[in-house]
């Protein structure tokens, strides 16, 4: 096994280095920094993150705006999201992750809807905050049951310096209802990571610090903080969290609201999925109110029974009690699930490249199916992101920070992968070299994955992607 393990060292270290051959000398000094070969008992994957992109290399990043409106903001249903730039940002934001939400659009639900006020070339020369206060109050009598708005700005906001806190204060004065300004300008840091910080920062300032909620809370109070629902992802979580006997006062920001967020204070636990998003927000909560938060997953069999009993330990026998007999009621339902679709799927190899918390919480999902992780990098992960995943993945796995299009492309023709998961950027590209791909930004369309309900979900869809037989009927285009 070890002669195993130090021929994929070997391969994977001669494979970064074949893509830093093909570079200029100074961009191939800094890309080493990025590309790693994780090695067993280091305390992290040996690699820089959080560095900006080198101009030129097809990064799959995205901007600050995305990762505030797209993720931190857009999800939250009671409020109208406005685009505050050019109608560009805003109608790419409209194609938003699937993020579910319960209730009828423009009443109660504004999720499905896109407001955007469409700078033009006389707005950059002249200001847009008189734009953005007409915006509003057309906002306000179009959709009177809105509980608020955000203002999520675009780059040229920031360029030339709108003051939009300015209006946000006095438009929420006259009409009565939260409004957050967003500083989220795509230009701010090296990607969509800054974004939620921002994000996050907002919700701090004009909703947290600012709310009065009447709450009662209860001993077995938690907010589920950091999904996004797609799918239909929180709403599978929620079902077990409820069934062990704890009540979920909030969720945010998938189907969540601007109340659920004022109350979320008075949780006596916060749990945390998507820990790149929303560890910001969470570590607030417990420097100020004294909330403990836990990550957690629910990907897969066994993550989900090893979450539930983390919760479970921070309260009482009867909620620990509650957990057992929740892994116990699916526990027949799993093994039908592991039964039906492991001997397909056993021994086959993944390669992900995915943000958020996707390139490590998913590894043990496929591993329940017998499947191997044999790549894994984010997009715009941080130092301890890279830290967790250490305590995921197996030694001699390619690592691969903020990975160009020709990197990837390269590492996946080299290794063959029996499924790559990466995002809609990359879909196509792999498709056509006959690699089976899904889409783990937001499921392929499909879903939920989280949850025991979405584990027999996610099975299903990894079968149908690796053993359609397509793969064997199609070729290359450039290798005809």
């Not at 391969?11 to 570079?23: C, D, K, S, T």
């Not at 030129?56 to 685009?83: E, F």
């Not at 749990?271 to 607030?284: A, E, G, P, T």
């Not at 025991?452 to 037989?469: L, Q």
């Amino acid at each position: 096994m070890s002669a195993i393990i130090d021929d994929t060292k070997a391969r994977n270290a001669a494979l970064i280095g074949e893509v830093l051959e093909v570079y200029p000398e100074k961009a191939a000094k800094k890309r080493a920094r990025h590309l790693n070969v994780y090695e067993e008992g280091k305390p992290d994957c040996g690699v820089k993150s959080n560095i900006k992109s080198i101009p030129g290399v097809m990064t799959i990043r995205g901007c600050a705006y995305a990762g505030s409106k797209g993720v931190v903001w857009g999800p939250v249903k009671d409020l109208v999201h406005i685009s505050h730039g050019p109608v560009g940002c805003g109608q790419y934001s409209w194609g938003t992750r699937r993020n579910y939400a319960s209730g009828t659009g423009g009443v109660d639900n504004f999720t499905v809807m896109q407001v955007t006020s469409d700078f033009q070339e006389k707005d950059i020369v002249f200001g847009g905050d008189k734009k953005l206060d007409k915006v509003i109050d057309e906002i306000n009598a179009l959709f009177p049951l809105a509980n608020g708005i955000t203002i999520q700005s675009e780059c040229p906001i920031g360029l030339i310096g709108d003051d939009i806190e300015a209006v946000a204060k006095k438009k929420a004065k006259e009409i009565g209802k939260t409004i957050v300004p967003v500083r989220c300008e795509g230009f701010r840091g090296v990607s969509q990571s800054l974004g939620h910080h921002i994000g996050n920062d907002c919700i701090r300032d004009w909703v947290l610090d600012k709310a009065q909620s009447t709450f009662e809370p209860g001993p077995y109070d938690v907010a589920i903080i950091g999904d996004y629902n797609i799918g239909g992802d929180a709403w599978s979580s929620r079902i077990l969290l409820e069934e062990m006997g704890l009540r979920v006062i909030a969720q945010w920001s998938g189907d969540g609201t601007l109340k659920e967020m004022e109350k979320t204070p008075k949780a006596r636990l916060n749990l945390l999925h998507c820990y790149r998003s929303m560890n910001y927000i969470s570590r607030h909560m417990e420097e100020k109110y004294g909330i403990p938060w836990v990550e957690y997953n629910f990907f897969g069999p066994s993550k989900i029974a090893e979450s539930l009993r983390e919760i479970a330990s921070h309260f009482d026998d009867t909620i620990k009690e509650g957990a057992e007999r929740v892994i116990a009621r699916y526990q027949a339902m799993t093994d039908a699930v592991i039964a039906r679709y492991r001997p397909r799927l056993a021994g086959k190899k993944v390669m992900l490249y995915v943000g958020g918390l996707r390139p490590r919480h998913v590894v043990g999902a496929y591993e329940d199916l017998g499947m191997e992780v044999v790549g894994t990098g984010y997009e715009f992960g941080h130092g301890d992101d890279y830290q967790r995943t250490s305590h995921y993945v197996k030694d001699g796995t390619l690592i691969y920070d903020d990975v160009t299009s020709f990197e990837l492309e390269h590492f996946v023709d080299k290794i063959r992968p029996d499924l790559v998961g990466s995002g809609v950027k990359e879909k196509y590209i792999f498709q056509k070299m006959g690699v089976p791909f899904r889409q783990m930004h937001s499921w392929d369309y499909s879903g939920p994955y989280h949850g025991y309900d979405g584990f027999a979900i996610f099975a299903r869809d990894m079968d149908m992607a690796i053993n359609s037989p397509v793969w064997g009927m199609t070729r290359a285009p450039w290798k005809k």
